[in-house]
Each structure stands twice: as structure tokens, then as C-alpha cells.
């Protein structure tokens, strides 16, 4: 079966370090691979999705960035966080066509 | 106008009545719906997915889905307390690659 994996589960950074956020899939290949952020009491916000390897979409013009460097690892960075970078970082995945499946998240505070 | 658009709620029922969460698309060639819910500091999880018209059924929950109208619901019978949580619709056009999320439902059941 599939499982996504999400870390860290938890993470305080102060304004302007740089952050790293890490997510892998087991059990299926060439996933559709996705960010997300939530802010609190709000709905998702797609940040960057990921059709393959090296091919990333971003939908929202910021200070993060996303790589896929193998098939099924996608990594969110940031050289300098903003106050405003705060929030519910969610990773999911899917196959072609098919409903999205959600690691368990990283709640981001920023300091 | 939103892309997906869900009544922010709260909605508020007595335990054992049917839950009824909405959700309206505005892109016509949407092909895929999903429902999930969300649990208060939890990830979202996956609880229906529906492709044709028509009604789907699982266990409590039925999906409901009118193409012409542009509009998905969700009905849950019999709620229980543990049904309490935010509930998201997702609309999924093959073409784009990615699901457009709705806001979310905050749905309180009452003992």
C-alpha cells in the first residue's frame, strides 16, 4: 500500500532562516506530488504541484521554492522565511486522475 | 467568484440528524469530486469521491453529484459527535493536472 511521509511534524524558525521541508512516497510511482499551505481556520492553498521528475508548477509567486529530485521525494525551501510563511504545510499525493492523499503536515512558526 | 465555493458554516446538528455540506464548481469540465474531512489540527483525509451524476453511497455518507447544476453535496446520516470536524470539497479537471479546493464546512454535531 501507499504511505506519505511528512517531516518535521513541528518546526519554530526565527524571521529570515532559511527552512527545508521533506516529503516521500512509498509504494507507487511517478505520483502527482503536491504543496500545500493552510493558514489557521482557512482552506488549502496550493503552493507547487509536481506532474515528474524536475517538472514543477508553482501557483503562488513567493520567497519558497519546491524540487523533485527523485521520482517520489518533493522538498519546499526557503533561503529567508517571513513572518507571513507561518502555517499548516501539508504534502499530498496522488496518481493520474485520482483523489489526493495528505501526509500529516508541518505546523510552521515563525519567530 | 470563487472557483469552488462551500458555505463557511458553522453548521450545527443534533446528534442522529442528517448533515447536509454543499459545494458549487464553476468550471464545466470538471470531472472528478472528492470530499474530505478535517479534524481540528489534523490533515485532511479522504472520505467520498464521486465521477457521475447521480447518488454514492458508503456506509453514513452519501455523495451527490448534478453536472448540469454544477453543484456536489455530501449528506451524512445518523451524525455523531465524532463527525464534528471541517469538511472540504474538491474539484478535480484532468486537463489541469491538480484539484481546486473549496473553503471547508465546519460541521459541530451535538450530543
Not at chain 1, 506532474?51 to 529567508?80: C, H, M, T, Y
Not at chain 2, 478535517?38 to 490533515?43: C, E, H, R
Not at chain 2, 452519501?62 to 470539497?89: E, F, G, H, M, W
Request: aromatic share 10%.
Amino acid at each position: 500500500s501507499q504511505t506519505i511521509h511528512q517531516w518535521p511534524a513541528t518546526l519554530v524558525q526565527p524571521v529570515g532562516s532559511p527552512l527545508s521541508l521533506e516529503c516521500t512516497v512509498e509504494g507507487t510511482s511517478n505520483p502527482n506530488l503536491y504543496w500545500y499551505r493552510q493558514a489557521a481556520g482557512r482552506g488549502l492553498q496550493l503552493l507547487f504541484y509536481s506532474v515528474g521528475i524536475g517538472q514543477i508548477s508553482s501557483e503562488v509567486p513567493q520567497n519558497l521554492s519546491a524540487s523533485r529530485p527523485q521520482d517520489r521525494q518533493f522538498i519546499l525551501s526557503s533561503k529567508k522565511l517571513l513572518l507571513s510563511d507561518s502555517g499548516f504545510y501539508l504534502c499530498a499525493w496522488s496518481g493520474s486522475n485520482q483523489p489526493q492523499h495528505f501526509g500529516d503536515g508541518t505546523r510552521l512558526s515563525i519567530l | 467568484q470563487k472557483e469552488v465555493e462551500q458555505n463557511s458554516g458553522p453548521l450545527s446538528v443534533p446528534e442522529g440528524a442528517i448533515a447536509s455540506l454543499n459545494c458549487t464548481y464553476s468550471d464545466r469540465g470538471s470531472q472528478s469530486f472528492f470530499w474530505y474531512r478535517q479534524y481540528s489540527g489534523k490533515s485532511p483525509e479522504l472520505i467520498m469521491f464521486i465521477y457521475s451524476n447521480g447518488d454514492k453511497e458508503d456506509g453514513r455518507f452519501t455523495a451527490q453529484l448534478n453536472k448540469a447544476s454544477q453543484y456536489v453535496s455530501l449528506l451524512i446520516r445518523d451524525s455523531q459527535p465524532s463527525d464534528s470536524a471541517t469538511y472540504l470539497c474538491a474539484v478535480d479537471n484532468t486537463n489541469a493536472g491538480k484539484s481546486t479546493f473549496g473553503d471547508g464546512t465546519t460541521l459541530t454535531v451535538k450530543p
